[in-house]
């Protein structure tokens, strides 16, 4: 028996659809193929033809996409991030969206040190080299790079993490190893940095100044958007990294070319664009970026479960019950919500 019918923009993994097949659902994937994504107009039609949406962060979920059916159940979209669903919107009409929290914090804070042991240690590069078949002598200065732990210099590496949610934290958690001290700005979560005894809080300036890696953590918000531009840059040490896997437009990206083609700082890790997938024209060609098509979240098992939540929230929508992971709670004691229910 079918329990309704929910819109997968592009392929989902396994253990998701395998939650929504056992709960009885209908599902229609859209996914033509790996490279290309949904036309707008597709995201409408999708929307428009079933109870439940899950999409992707890459889909932009709008006013239009949202009113296009007036009797959609919920929106789970298979991201911790939802920046790409207009949240204020969707909740004046009276719809749930869920998220996907929580099971990638670990897996996400991991790929940020890879990043940073990435390019503070030439590795992509270092790779390339081996490949291309130029390694023909041992020598001492061959690709050396700043060391993340007190290493030759003797002196503990300041590591600077700006948003200190689950994700910053779970960064910090890992440079322990790495014998750091830890500076921790959040500018709407200061108690979170003030109770982790591993942190310990800088105003903004301070923590760019002091930093010898900065990694970035915000939600991406209209007081977020940019939050690191020239100015920012110019404030860091010359020999400090800085590392992006939150949100591309956190970053300034053409400010950040300039800033490592002139080397105002040494280097930069990013997993995310300002304007994903391309990428601000030149950082392609820096020797001094490590750049990775965003997947800070895929291990094998976090994508799984993130499906999994995805089709569960989904599953919730569709029974008019309250998704586990609704990032807009309110919505359900909206009049909004209870027509929308009645309608469909
Ligand atoms: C990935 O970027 C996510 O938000 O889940």
Redesign the pocket.
Known sequence: MSQGHVFITRRIPDPGMKALAEAGVRATVFQKNEEKGLTREEVIAGARSCDVLIPL?TEPIDREVMSANDTLRGIAQ?????NNIDVEVATELGIPVA??PGV?TDT?ADLTWALLMAVARHVPQAHNYMVADRYKLWGPNLFTGADLSPGGSEQRKVLGIIGYGRIGAAVAKRSVGFDMDVLAYDPFNKDGVTADPLAEWAEFDELLEQSDFVSLHPLLTPETHHLIGEAELRKMKPTAYIVNAA?GPVIDEKALVRALRERWIAGAGLD?YEDEPAMAPGLAELDNAVLLP?I??ASIDTRGK?AWMAATNAVAHLKGQRAPNAVNPEVYDTEAYRQRLARS
């Open positions: 962060l298979m991201a911790v991030g939802f998220n996907t990638l996400t949100r995310v965003h800070a979240s993130m």
